[in-house]
């Protein structure tokens, strides 16, 4: 384990904060939201940072990838919430890629994985049946019909699911709601018969979607690992998303809190700087521990996803429940310390607290995440 | 030093502790059986003695220091493998001192050829206990305010005034001192360092009981005490920057104390506190979360610390030591909270036998932690650094 970042990725990270303040400023984020933009994110954007070798930065060489490591990943995605950048990096990149990584056979990797390293497909993980995170909970399900199965339900809050050229289904194909054995996994091209797409319009702006799926049929060759033996995929697929969301929420809380902390050394009330009452310095020296630790613990998770697989579940929900409440402290924090501007929907502060309630939800809230963590440590 | 240099290194050090600490020092101390030095120690036991002859020898009571005043001569990266091999086998510290934790280094900075020799060679050999003399009564947080006086007599310094909150006064052979030598300049500008001998005519203190029971500290009172001036630590009235010094050190020891080895500890204590449902889940759900999130938060601070000194091996300069008093003394007071939670009325007892050491240890741990985040600079003192130091906020 290294928590200090070596030559490579330093590098790595400092090319994508150069890149993204030049081409995906926070302005950039705001026109695709005010234009109501269809695909809800810049496909030329998108198609730079594929040629950046980000899209595939960990999928393996001979699939079309740079092979780079989770932690460059997690560092490139720290640097995205910074600068609020829509993108399918987490749907597609993170958990999309890991999915077929982990899951996928050979011809599965070899069909999927260069186009998505390229940018020329994205995929999207098609998970929960309801409101709460919960995966274990999935009741829609795979039946067996004609070697293949049937698939039935509904998804809701797919990340990116709208745009997506493949979605990965979970869907139960035996046990009930609450066992992890009897989830299966597969790979379905979105336009299948059967398969209703809306996108919904999110608080953040960003893309989303529900899904019906009727009858849809899929063939043996589209099962992602082995039938009823999703979960040992599905589980550290997950930690990934949630330690890629947890990085995305570390910029974006180190974004608000810096943005904060240079108005309360502007803004004059009483004929003096608000930063120079106590009351709010004290709260902003609380925020600045919280994201210090918060600093060791994303990047202690980011190296664990390729040094310490067996502890990567306890890790993981440690760096998303503590970047939860880092992220609505810190937000909250920001809007109130700027006082009436702070609430308008002009100041770009408003639309890191949006982007930050979306993104504590995703993948679980804190409330999932402290449960899970004292149950792996057996309390 | 090479990567396989400290390989080698840590097997040493592992073989080494294997060979000579003696296995009932491998627990945590329980409050009486840490040895502290001084001229009227005495040790807990034969063991204790035995291992801190050991780690004496070694050099290993001070491992930073140089090898010339008694010390171990390590470099940070070996001091931390040892510490790291001691922790992995509980063992504990075979001599606790203040001469180790905050004069000493003070000293290796400010202090000139003879007052090395002569103080740091007795610390380390456990020969003298000191105490630290900074708060006064009507100054504590603002302690640059301190008025002890201490008058120059041509041969020697005449000190009067009081100190407060003296940790261990009534036991200890010397103390480290702020006396003001300039009333006439700004208040960090009259203040000098000094070491004075307590059985120096004209000392007395007084005990004073805390919430945990113990008479932990004093107020220690100077009457017309001659101080050689020989005991001058820097220049006159330079005192300031020695001070500050030394209170890095102190916070830094602090900072470590969450992550210490706890003698109770919530985690695995548990069990034998709270009943579990079916699942296997803490049924109380307040208690569960409360105790998660201070697994939680001690995790944090312990990556951080690791985090810290990864740092300082690759020279890059990080805020991390300036929240670390704050965040580790935040840990142990979340501790105190889930010990008291967990356990219920079983922690409440104050004394008798019908409550185990440990609960009782449980409830002095809690009430310990209170004084955590009041000594050493306070809670608010250290964000007011924060602000002022990282964050830069106008003043
Ligand atoms: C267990 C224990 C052992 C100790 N041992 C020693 C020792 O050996 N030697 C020694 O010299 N001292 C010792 N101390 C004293 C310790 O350093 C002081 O208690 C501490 O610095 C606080 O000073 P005070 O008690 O005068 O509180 P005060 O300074 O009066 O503080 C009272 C309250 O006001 C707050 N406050 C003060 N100033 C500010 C400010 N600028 N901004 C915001 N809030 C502020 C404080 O945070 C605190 O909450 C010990 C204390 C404890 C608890």
């Given amino acids: 384990m290294s928590l200090v970042l070596n030559e490579e990725q330093t590098l790595l990270q400092s090319t994508a904060r150069d890149f993204l303040l030049t081409n995906s400023p926070v302005d950039e984020f705001r026109k695709l939201r005010d234009s109501r933009d269809a695909l809800g994110y810049s496909a030329e954007l998108w198609q730079q940072i594929a040629d950046l070798g980000w899209a595939g930065i960990i999928i393996p060489e001979q699939y079309g990838g740079l092979e780079f490591g989770f932690q460059g990943l997690a560092a490139i995605i720290e640097e995205t919430g910074h600068t609020l950048l829509a993108s399918p990096l987490i749907s597609s990149s993170v958990l999309s890629a890991s999915a077929l990584v982990l899951g996928g056979n050979e011809k599965q990797k070899n069909d999927f994985l260069p186009q998505l390293a390229n940018g020329s497909i994205t995929l999207a993980l098609a998970l929960e049946d309801g409101n709460h995170h919960d995966p274990l909970g999935v009741t829609t399900s795979a039946n067996p019909s004609d070697g293949g199965w049937l698939v039935n339900g509904r998804k809701v809050f797919v990340m990116d699911g709208h745009s997506a050229d493949q979605l990965i289904l979970v869907a139960r194909t035996s046990g009930a709601a609450g066992e992890s054995q009897g989830l299966s996994l597969f790979l379905v091209d979105a336009a299948s018969a059967g398969i209703t797409r809306t996108r919904t319009t999110m608080v953040d702006g960003r893309n989303a979607a529900n899904i019906e799926l009727e009858n849809v049929a899929v063939g043996a060759d589209q099962l992602l690992g082995t039938v009823d033996d999703g979960w040992t995929i599905l589980e550290p697929v997950l930690d990934r998303g949630r330690i890629a969301l947890a990085a995305e929420l570390l910029g974006s809380a180190w974004e608000a809190f810096n943005r904060t902390v240079e108005y309360l050394k502007e803004r004059e009330q009483f004929g003096v700087k608000i930063g120079s009452f106590q009351a709010l310095q004290h709260r902003a020296s609380i925020m600045y521990t919280e994201l210090e630790l918060s600093n060791s613990v994303v990047m202690h998770a980011a190296s664990a996803v390729d040094d310490d697989p067996a502890g990567l579940p306890a890790i993981a929900s440690l760096a998303k429940a503590r970047m939860n409440d880092v992220s609505k402290l810190v937000t909250n924090e920001a809007v109130q310390m700027h006082g009436g501007i702070g609430v308008t929907d002009e100041l770009d502060i408003g639309l890191f607290l949006k982007r930050s309630r979306v993104a504590m939800q995703l993948l679980g809230d804190s409330g999932y995440h402290k449960d899970r963590y004292a149950t792996l440590n057996g309390y | ?395």
């Fill in chain 2, 1 to 395: 030093m090479s990567m396989e240099s400290l390989d080698q290194f840590r097997s040493e050090v592992r073989q080494w502790l294997a060979d000579n600490c003696p296995v009932s020092q491998r627990t945590p101390a329980q409050p009486g059986e840490q040895y502290w030095g001084g001229r009227r120690a005495e040790f807990p036991n034969a063991d204790a003695q035995l291992w801190f002859e050991r780690m004496r020898d070694k050099g290993w009571t001070a491992p930073e220091w140089p090898a010339e005043y008694g010390g171990g001569g390590l470099d940070e990266a070996q001091a931390k493998i040892l510490k790291d091999e001691m922790k992995a086998i509980a063992a504990r510290p075979p001599l606790v001192s203040l001469g180790i934790w905050m004069l000493g280094p003070a000293l290796l900075e400010y202090g000139n050829q003879q007052q090395k020799e002569k103080y740091l060679t007795a610390i380390v050999r456990g020969e003298h206990r000191w105490c630290q003399g900074y708060s006064e009564p009507g100054y504590g947080s603002d302690l640059a305010g301190v008025q002890c006086r201490a008058e120059d007599k041509g041969d020697h310094y005449l000190v009067n005034g009081s100190k407060i909150w003296t940790s261990r006064a009534d036991v200890a052979d010397w103390i480290f001192c702020l006396v003001r030598t300039n009333t006439d300049a700004i208040k960090q500008e009259g203040i000098s360092f000094l070491l004075i001998d307590m059985e120096t005519e004209g000392i007395s203190t007084s005990l004073i009981e805390l919430i945990s029971g113990e008479s932990e500290f004093c107020q220690t009172f100077f009457d017309n005490v001659k101080v050689p001036k020989e005991n001058l630590v820097g220049e006159a009235d330079k005192g300031w920057s020695v001070a500050k010094s030394l209170l890095k050190h102190e916070r830094k020891l602090m900072s470590e104390m969450g992550t210490d080895i706890p003698s109770v500890d919530p985690r695995t204590i548990a069990r034998d506190y709270v009943s579990y449902n079916a699942e296997g889940k803490i049924a109380n759900s307040e208690i569960r979360r409360q105790l998660a999130e201070y697994d939680m938060y001690i995790q944090a601070v312990g990556l951080t610390h690791f985090r810290g000194f990864e740092e300082r091996m690759h020279n890059i300069q990080g805020n991390s030591p300036l929240i670390m008093k704050y965040v580790g003394t935040e840990a142990e007071r979340l501790k105190g909270e889930a010990l008291l939670a967990l356990m219920g009325s079983s922690a409440l007892g104050w004394e008798g036998d019908e409550f185990s050491a440990t609960e009782k240890q449980a409830l002095r741990q809690w009430a310990m932690s209170k004084t955590l985040t009041i000594a050493g600079g306070t809670h608010e003192i250290q964000l007011n650094i924060i602000a002022k130091r990282i964050l830069q906020l106008p003043q």
